[in-house]
C-alpha cells in the first residue's frame, strides 16, 4: 500500500494511533510515542517521495511498530512494567531497536507487560492487566502481553516481545497471533533488561507467518 501510494506512512500511523486512543481500554501500552511516531512516519514519507518503493534492506520503511517495555528505545521510558523505573528514560537503542529503524520501521510506542517479565497472564504489570481482544475476561498470556494485543486488536502492524519460559509462545497461542522465539544467540540482547540471561529471548509477532518473517 506505501509502495504503491494508497496510502501515506502518516495516513497509516494515524490510523494505528487512533485505534490505540479508541482501544484503550485494552491496556496494551505503556507509552504511546505520538509525536515522534508520525515525525518519523513524515520522514518515511519523504525517503518513499524521493526512492520510490522501499528498497530490500528497509522493508519496513513507514510500518508502525510497538516494543517491548523490557527493550530500550532511546527517548522512551523503559519501565518492565514496574512503578521503580517508571521515570526511567532509556540513553540509548537497544540492538534490535537499532535494527527497527535501520529497516525503517516507525515506533510508535512501548507495549504492557508482566512486572519484570515475570509472569505469565500479563496481570503482573504495575500498570494494570492487559485484556485479550477476543474476550475481555480473559487474559491475553505473558509476560509479552501488551505486545501481543497490539498485534492481535491491529493496534500495530507487528510488534517485539521477549520469551524466556513461553512469553512470546503462549501469548500468540492465545490471541491467534503469530509468534517467533529464535534459536538462543540467534538475537542479540544488548539493550534489553534481563530475567534469565541464559534463557532471554528477542522476537516478533505478527499477523502472517510471512509478516513474522519479515520481522525476523
Known amino acids: 500500500g506505501l509502495d504503491s501510494k494508497k496510502f501515506s506512512s502518516v495516513e497509516l500511523t494515524k490510523s494505528y494511533l487512533d485505534?490505540?486512543?479508541?482501544?484503550?481500554?485494552?491496556?496494551?501500552?505503556?507509552?504511546v510515542d505520538r509525536d515522534g511516531?508520525?515525525?518519523?512516519?513524515?520522514?518515511s514519507?519523504?525517503?518513499?517521495?524521493?526512492?520510490?518503493?522501499?528498497?530490500?534492506?528497509?522493508?519496513?520503511?513507514?510500518?508502525?511498530?510497538?516494543?517491548?517495555?523490557?527493550?530500550s528505545v532511546k527517548g522512551l521510558r523503559n519501565t518492565c512494567g514496574s512503578k521503580i523505573l517508571?521515570?526511567?528514560i532509556a540513553p540509548y537503542d537497544a540492538t534490535v531497536t537499532i535494527k527497527l529503524k535501520n529497516a525503517g520501521a516507525v515506533i510508535s510506542g512501548k507495549t504492557n507487560m508482566d512486572e519484570?517479565?515475570?509472569?505469565?497472564?500479563?496481570?503482573?504489570?504495575?500498570?494494570?492487566?492487559?485484556?485479550?481482544?477476543?474476550?475481555?475476561?480473559?487474559?491475553p498470556g505473558g509476560s509479552s502481553g501488551g505486545s501481543v494485543v497490539a498485534v492481535?486488536?491491529?493496534?500495530?502492524a507487528a510488534s517485539l516481545g521477549t520469551d524466556t519460559g513461553g512469553s512470546i509462545r503462549q501469548p500468540a497461542a492465545?490471541?491467534?497471533?503469530?509468534?517467533?522465539?529464535?534459536?538462543?544467540?540467534?538475537?542479540?540482547?544488548?539493550g534489553v533488561v534481563a530475567y534469565a540471561s541464559s534463557l532471554d529471548q528477542v522476537g516478533p509477532f505478527a499477523h502472517t507467518v510471512r509478516d513474522a518473517a519479515i520481522m525476523t
Open 19 to 31: 485505534r490505540i486512543d479508541r482501544l484503550s481500554d485494552l491496556n496494551a501500552f505503556i507509552s
Open 37 to 43: 511516531a508520525l515525525a518519523q512516519a513524515q520522514a
Open 45 to 71: 514519507d519523504q525517503s518513499l517521495k524521493q526512492k520510490g518503493p522501499a528498497p530490500k534492506d528497509q522493508c519496513l520503511l513507514g510500518i508502525p511498530i510497538a516494543v517491548k517495555d523490557i527493550i
Open 86 to 88: 517508571g521515570n526511567y
Open 116 to 139: 519484570f517479565a515475570m509472569g505469565s497472564s500479563n496481570e503482573t504489570s504495575a500498570f494494570g492487566a492487559v485484556l485479550n481482544p477476543w474476550d475481555r475476561k480473559r487474559v
Open 152 to 156: 492481535s486488536a491491529k493496534l500495530s
Open 174 to 190: 492465545l490471541t491467534s497471533t503469530v509468534g517467533i522465539k529464535p534459536t538462543y544467540g540467534r538475537v542479540s540482547r544488548y
